[in-house]
């Protein structure tokens, strides 16, 4: 299996556990989390809320474990992914 999308929906708390757990796919804003440009086909950093890009190929299954354990750490669970 491997993720194909990753986002951040609305209420993020910038508590930056999900930079500390995989700090490859997420970086903490003042504001909010963006998932980094460098890991999307799109190249944009943004929260991925509206863009809905798909990770880079070599992504999606390099860094499942790491996108699932910060999903699992984000204490508001604003933290969303699509598996296929």
Do not use: Y
């Not at 708390?13 to 700090?23: D, F, G, T």
């Not at 809905?52 to 508001?76: F, G, H, K, R, W």
């Amino acid at each position: 299996m491997a993720i194909t999308k990753v986002w951040i929906e609305e209420g993020c708390i910038v508590c930056n556990a999900c930079e500390a757990e995989c700090p490859d796919v997420f970086h903490v804003t003042d504001t909010s989390c963006n998932i980094n440009g460098s890991v999307r086909k799109d190249g944009v950093d943004s929260e991925n809320r509206d863009e809905m890009s798909e990770l880079n190929d070599d992504v999606q299954t390099a860094q499942e474990a790491a996108i699932e354990a910060a999903a699992a750490s984000c204490p508001v669970e604003v933290i969303k992914f699509d598996k296929v």
